[in-house]
């Protein structure tokens, strides 16, 4: 399977949500252990879902324009 092996390009604009999904999900995993995040659980939590799905629907749209 060659699932790996696709490349793609990015802009920078694209970059912006992959980037805020890995920061939610440091805060998500830093705010467990720590009280500091912890009135922040809810926008946090959202925050990372939504950009999850962005990113992948950039992925993937990215992925199928590639193919053709």
Do not use: R
């Not at 999904?21 to 995040?37: E, Q, V």
């Not at 809810?42 to 990113?55: H, N, Q």
Request: glycine share 2%.
């Amino acid at each position: 399977m060659n699932f790996f092996k696709i490349k793609t390009c990015w802009s920078n604009a694209e970059f912006i949500v992959l980037k805020l999904c890995i920061a939610s999900a440091y805060i998500l995993i830093g705010s467990y252990f720590h009280d500091f995040f912890s009135n922040y659980y809810v926008p946090l939590i959202l925050l990372f879902s939504i950009t999850v799905i962005w990113s992948v629907y950039l992925w993937l749209n990215k992925m199928k324009n590639n193919k053709q």
